[in-house]
C-alpha cells in the first residue's frame, strides 16, 4: 500500500535552491536571494533546510544564523525545487523518495541539471538509507495536492497538457497516480489559471488542501479582472467536490492581489495559495499589497497552532514561481 503524504504531516526536512550567477535572476542576484534567505529562516524556525547552491561558503555567509542549515553544493538551472525536487510517499509505512523526469513545464527551459539532482543529493548520503526511485514519467510536485487519504487534487491544463507526456487523457492520468502514488481518486479542476505562469496551470497556485476536509483557494471578486470568469467557474467547480464520506469540503476563499506587472507590462502570478506548511509555521508570500494582511488573518483562522510567518516574495513572481515552487518538504 502506498500514498503521497499531506504537507502538514510531520516533516524530516525540507529542500531549497538557491539562485546564482548562471540562472535567470542574474540581473540583480542580490535582491534576488533576500526571499529565498527569509524562506530559510522562517522553515529552519522549527526543522532543518537542505540548501542546494553553487558555493557553500557564499550562500552561509549571508545567514546570521545557520541552525537546522546544511548547504549542498550541486550544479542547478533555476531555483524551482517544488517541481524537480522528490516526491515523496509512504510505502508499507516507509518514507520512498520519486524522482519523476522534469522538463521545464513542457520544454519551456533549459531544465538538464535540475533534472539531475535528486540522484546527485541521494548520492552524497543525505537522505540516508531512504530508497530512491527514478520514473520516466513527467510529473511536478506543484502540479498535485494531497488529502492524505488518497485523493489527489490537480488541473486538466496541467497533467493532460500535450506538453506533459505526450498529452494523456484523465483515465491515463488517473492510472499513472494511482501506480506511482497509490492515489485512489482524483479530483480535477477544469478551470482557473494565472497570466504570468509558465506552470500551465500548477494546483498549488490555485486550491491547497489544509486539512482532509478544508480547501483555501484563490478568489477573484474583480469582475474587470481578466481572471474573473474562470475563477469564479473554478470556485463554483469547488463547491462540487466531495470528501471521501461524501460531504462538502470546507472551503475558504483566500483573496487575490491587486495585479502586478513587470517592467515589461506582462501580468505577474501573484498568489497567496503559493503557501508551505512546515512543522513549526504557516510560511505565506506576501506582495507588498493591502490584501496581504487580510491573507494573514485567514491563514490564522485555518492554521491556529502554528506560527504565521510573512514572506515578501514580489522578487519570486518576476521570475515566475513563489514561496511553494521555492521549495519541497521531505516527510518523516
Given at each position: 500500500?502506498?500514498t503521497l503524504p ?26 534576488a536571494?533576500?526571499?529565498?534567505i527569509?524562506i530559510?529562516?522562517a ?16 550562500i ?18 533555476d531555483?524551482?525545487i517544488r517541481?524537480?525536487?522528490y516526491?515523496?510517499i509512504?510505502e ?42 527514478s520514473i520516466d ?5 506543484g502540479?498535485?495536492?494531497?488529502d ?6 490537480t488541473?486538466t491544463?496541467c ?13 491515463e ?11 485512489k ?9 494565472l497570466a504570468?505562469?509558465?506552470?500551465d496551470?500548477?494546483i498549488?497556485t ?5 486539512s ?7 478568489q ?6 481578466e ?8 470556485e463554483?467547480q469547488l463547491?462540487e467536490f ?6 462538502p ?6 483573496p487575490?492581489p491587486?495585479a502586478k506587472y513587470n517592467q515589461?507590462?506582462?501580468?505577474l502570478?501573484?498568489?497567496?495559495a ?7 509555521a ?5 506582495y507588498?499589497?493591502?490584501e496581504?494582511?487580510?491573507?494573514h488573518?485567514?491563514f ?14 514580489s ?5 515566475g ?12
Amino acid at each position: 500500500m502506498k500514498t503521497l503524504p499531506p504537507e502538514w504531516q510531520k516533516q524530516r526536512a525540507v529542500l531549497m535552491a538557491f539562485p546564482h550567477k548562471d540562472t535567470d535572476w542574474n540581473s540583480d542576484l542580490k535582491s534576488a536571494l533576500v526571499p529565498f534567505i527569509r524562506i530559510a529562516q522562517a522553515i529552519a524556525y522549527a526543522q532543518p533546510v537542505y540548501i542546494i547552491c553553487d558555493d557553500k561558503d557564499d550562500i552561509s555567509d549571508l545567514f546570521c544564523s545557520t541552525r537546522n542549515m546544511s548547504f549542498i553544493e550541486i550544479p542547478t538551472n533555476d531555483t524551482w525545487i517544488r517541481d524537480f525536487g522528490y516526491i515523496s510517499i509512504v510505502e508499507d509505512g516507509e518514507v520512498k523518495l520519486l524522482d519523476f523526469t522534469f522538463d521545464a513545464w513542457g520544454g519551456k527551459f533549459e531544465s538538464a541539471l535540475d533534472n539531475e539532482v535528486n540522484k546527485v543529493l541521494h548520492k552524497k548520503g543525505y537522505m540516508g538509507t531512504t530508497p530512491l526511485e527514478s520514473i520516466d514519467f513527467v510529473l511536478e510536485g506543484g502540479a498535485i495536492e494531497s488529502d492524505g487519504l488518497g485523493t489527489i487534487m490537480t488541473t486538466t491544463a496541467c497533467l493532460c497538457n500535450k506538453n506533459r507526456n505526450g498529452g494523456l487523457s484523465k483515465d491515463e492520468v488517473e492510472e499513472k497516480l494511482a501506480e506511482y502514488l497509490g492515489a485512489k481518486r482524483v479530483l480535477w479542476l477544469d478551470h482557473g489559471y494565472l497570466a504570468g505562469d509558465d506552470t500551465d496551470s500548477h494546483i498549488d497556485t490555485l486550491a491547497r488542501f489544509v486539512s482532509s476536509d478544508t480547501i483555501a483557494y484563490v478568489q477573484c471578486k474583480d469582475v474587470k479582472d481578466e481572471h474573473y470568469g474562470e475563477l469564479k467557474k473554478m470556485e463554483e467547480q469547488l463547491k462540487e467536490f466531495r470528501t471521501l464520506e461524501g460531504e462538502p469540503y470546507s472551503l475558504f476563499p483566500l483573496p487575490m492581489p491587486s495585479a502586478k506587472y513587470n517592467q515589461d507590462g506582462s501580468r505577474l502570478p501573484a498568489t497567496y495559495a503559493n503557501f508551505l506548511i512546515t512543522n513549526g509555521a504557516l510560511v505565506y508570500p506576501t506582495y507588498s499589497d493591502e490584501e496581504d494582511e487580510y491573507a494573514h488573518e485567514i491563514f490564522k483562522i485555518l492554521f491556529p497552532n502554528k506560527e504565521i510567518i510573512p514572506v515578501e516574495c514580489s522578487r519570486l513572481i518576476e521570475e515566475g514561481g513563489s514561496l511553494h515552487c521555492s521549495t519541497m518538504q521531505i516527510p518523516f
